[in-house]
């Protein structure tokens, strides 16, 4: 296929032509195509390639009435998972999942389904960046040191291989973006930026995707909570879908009337308004079933 990217794109075809070699382009490019999704987005759509990854039970339940998650999936779903994030160029999230869950959002090599491609020079996991949005400033200097995403430094997550990006990227109210490049000063590995937010809304996830592309982040991942996700399903416009591809791992159980439900849309008056989706692939990962949908 052609490079889509227009400062080089057609310069390596035109060599080859002016020293005589036939070319022949559109080779299997489908099949091309598949493997840099996140460049190509980037190239042609200017904005990241972004997957939502969620996790139920097939009558669609997060947790227990009580708040009870751990674990829904099996070990297989799980290290499907790794692999995702070891694809992806930043993991987003919310502050609230990040303290509740004291997460780390990083790539464990014990519990990768495939062999990591070390070598000489490639001898520590390339870890993502992580994205958190802190519509209501509860990241403060205190949770510098409560939280285990901001000391992963045995995960390689302080030390990118790109030290040109930030490792960990907070996004913020424009009200509480000073002090906390204040707060932050001492940690080069913490960029602090602003998007608009509204209480109702929250943050205007189309802003926050566009940072995303400026700081050159191809691929996305987005794993939240349900409020955070079903405001990615739902954006200002449908013709301007935020999420490229949507991954549901569905576990064997049934978890009750009385669990929380997958995602707060809604509620819907029209079967117009519902967000139509096409299945691209399902298979079997252990006991769960990985679902991957795009959007019709």
């Excluded at 990854?53 to 099996?74: H, M, P, Q, R, V």
């Excluded at 070891?86 to 464990?108: E, P, Q, W, Y």
């Excluded at 009385?258 to 399902?282: C, H, I, R, W, Y």
Aim: charged share 25%.
């Amino acid at each position: 296929m052609l490079d889509p990217n227009p400062q080089v794109a057609g310069k390596g075809i035109q060599k080859l032509e002016t020293a005589n070699i036939n070319v022949v382009t559109g080779v299997l490019e489908s099949e091309a195509r598949g493997l840099n999704p996140g460049f190509l987005s980037q190239m042609e759509k200017k904005r990241p390639f972004v997957q939502l990854k969620l996790a139920c039970s097939i009558d669609g339940k997060t947790a227990l009435g009580n708040g009870e998650s751990k674990w829904i999936t099996g070990p297989k779903a799980r290290a499907d998972v790794q692999k995702f994030r070891a694809l992806s160029c930043a993991i987003l999230t919310s502050a609230k999942t990040v303290i509740r869950d004291n997460a780390r959002l990083n790539v464990r090599h014990n519990d990768l389904n495939f062999e990591y491609p070390f070598d000489q020079t490639v001898t520590r996991i390339r870890q993502p960046a992580k994205i958190i949005l802190d519509g209501s400033n509860q990241i403060l200097a205190d949770e510098l040191a409560a939280l285990a995403i901001f000391n992963n430094e045995n995960d390689g997550v302080n030390n990118q291989t790109d030290p040109c990006k930030p490792a960990i990227v907070i996004v913020k109210k424009q009200d509480d973006v000073a002090s906390a490049k204040t707060t932050f000063a001492h940690r080069p590995d913490i960029k602090v930026i602003s998007a608009d937010y509204t209480t109702d809304n929250g943050f205007d996830l189309d802003q926050v995707i566009e940072h995303c592309h400026v700081l050159q982040f191809n691929r996305i991942w987005v794993e939240a909570g349900a409020k955070l996700s079903a405001a990615f399903l739902q954006p200002k416009s449908k013709a301007n879908s935020l999420i490229d591809e949507l991954i549901v791992y569905m576990a064997p159980k049934i978890m009750g009337a009385n669990a929380q439900d997958l995602l707060p849309v809604g509620p819907f008056k029209n079967m117009s308004e519902v967000t139509l989706m096409s299945l691209k692939d399902s298979r079997a990962v252990g006991d769960d079933l990985r679902l991957t949908y795009t959007f019709a």
